[in-house]
Each structure stands twice: as structure tokens, then as C-alpha cells.
Nanobody, 118 residues
Framework: QVQLVESGGGLVQAGGSLRLSCAAS????????MGWFRQAPGQERKFVAS????????YYADSVKGRFIITMDNAKNTVYLQMNSLKPEDTAVYYC???????????WGQGTQVTVSS
């Protein structure tokens, strides 16, 4: 089992920045990719960004490309999502996930709310 705990959400004005953190514990060696997803009210959960645990290879949804940066700190077993130039449409619950790149995500955090006011 892998346990994931997100932090760093909150309320920010449009154009502002937030950094989300996700601390992983347990059998972290069983996963080789970490990702961030988000779910806005009334919508399905959507992919935001992912990074291999090696730190090499990052992927982003088109909607956040150029504004969000995902990084991995293996020494701390923590993945970060730096969110810049935030827009009201970025408002959602953000979830951290861990899994195997070829198989998908098996472990999920509890989510952290991000609200961007206009």
C-alpha cells in the first residue's frame, strides 16, 4: 500500500500562485509514476500532470501547460505541483496519485481544494 497526503491548497486571486505538495509513504517503490488530477464540481476527474519517480519525463494537460510545473523529490518521497498564473477555471479539488506508468494509478490521496477567485 502507498499512502498519499496532499497539502497546500487554498484560496487565491486570479493571476496568483500556489504550490501543492503530496507526501508518499508505505510501499512507494511499487510505483514508478506520480500524478496530479483535478475534479471541478459537476465534472469528472481530469489529468493535470505527471512525473516519473526518476524525475525524468513530465507530462501536462494542455490546459495547464506553461503555467504548472510538476517536480519530484525522491529524498522526501514528495511530489510538488507549482501552479502559476492561476485562473478561475483552475478551481477544483486536486488529487495526488501514484501508480505504474503502463498500468495506471492505483493509489490516491484525499484531495485538497484550490479556489481561484476572479
Amino acid at each position: 500500500q502507498v499512502q498519499l497526503v496532499e497539502s497546500g491548497g487554498g484560496l487565491v486571486q486570479a493571476g496568483g500562485s500556489l504550490r501543492l505538495s503530496c507526501a508518499a509513504s508505505g510501499r512507494t517503490f511499487s510505483s514508478n509514476v506520480m500524478g496530479w488530477f483535478r475534479q471541478a464540481p459537476g465534472q469528472e476527474r481530469k489529468f493535470v500532470a505527471s512525473v516519473r519517480r526518476s524525475g525524468v519525463g513530465t507530462y501536462y494537460a494542455d490546459s495547464v501547460k506553461g503555467r504548472f510545473i510538476i517536480t519530484m523529490d525522491n529524498a522526501k518521497n514528495t511530489v510538488y505541483l507549482q501552479m502559476n498564473s492561476l485562473k478561475p477555471e483552475d478551481t477544483a479539488v486536486y488529487y495526488c496519485a501514484a501508480g505504474i506508468e503502463s498500468k495506471g494509478y492505483d493509489y490516491w490521496g484525499q484531495g485538497t481544494q484550490v479556489t481561484v477567485s476572479s
